[in-house]
């Protein structure tokens, strides 16, 4: 089964930390995707990678940032929490050939105060 | 991008089957229709995709109407286990970097 983890479930953060989310996925796969979600309006697309040191920007990129250094491995950075950052944030993977179904890890809520 | 408009909840008795309707009117020839589920607190799960012929696998069975305005994703014989938020994507972008646009999808409730 692909394992797609997140390092945290739960995370409260100060206004203006610095934070790291990160996402590993064990299955090889090239594409890798951070969303944020929120009651009412879904999950929208933060940043999402297709190669080892590669990243696009999703449709919310603002205060937020990316990190492929390693194929398993993509990290979102917050690099100023803001309370309006408070949000469930998911990781998901998907491999560059196939059905292309994204398989998603359970995801960090994440509380700025 | 196409969009989707699904019912906003519905309800299904368990053991019998949950149909959930989903409208893609611009949706183009080469974009998939995928559904997805997403259990309280956990993340989203790949359920079932078609591109026009109807589709089928041990979760769920997939309906595209022959114009491909619509579709519909059949749980046979639903559990209180399938109780969910069920959405239905169109999938858009090139190759495998397309991203998924999620909506607010269905919320199924399993009622015993």
């Known amino acids: 089964d692909v394992k797609v983890t997140q390092s945290s479930r739960y995370l409260v953060k100060r206004t203006g930390e610095k934070v790291f989310l990160e996402c590993v996925q064990d299955m090889d796969h090239e594409n890798m995707f951070w969303y944020r979600q929120d009651p009412g309006l879904g999950l929208r697309l933060i940043y999402f990678?297709?190669?080892?040191?590669?990243?696009e920007k999703g449709d919310i990129p603002e205060g937020y940032s990316v990190s492929r250094e390693k194929k398993e491995r993509f990290s979102l950075i917050l690099e100023s929490a803001s309370t309006n950052q408070t949000s469930m944030y998911l990781c998901?993977?998907?491999?560059?050939?196939?059905?292309?179904?994204?398989?998603f890890g359970p995801g960090t809520r994440l509380t700025v105060t | 991008d196409a969009k989707t408009t699904q019912p906003t909840s519905m309800d299904c008795a368990e053991g019998r089957a949950a149909n959930l309707p989903c409208n893609h009117s611009t949706i183009s020839g080469n974009e998939y229709v995928y559904w997805y589920r997403q259990i309280h607190s956990q993340g989203p799960q790949y359920i079932i995709h078609g591109l026009k012929n109807n589709e089928t696998n041990e979760m769920a069975s997939l309906i595209i109407t022959e114009d491909r305005k619509s579709s519909t994703l059949i749980l046979p014989h639903a559990t209180l286990r399938d109780t969910a938020v069920y959405y239905c994507i169109v999938r858009v972008g090139r190759g495998s970097q397309g991203n998924l646009i999620f909506g607010k999808g269905t919320k199924l409730s399993v009622k015993p």
């Open positions: 998901a993977s998907t491999p560059s050939s196939g059905k292309y179904e994204q398989y």
């Open positions: 990678s297709y190669d080892v040191k590669m990243k």
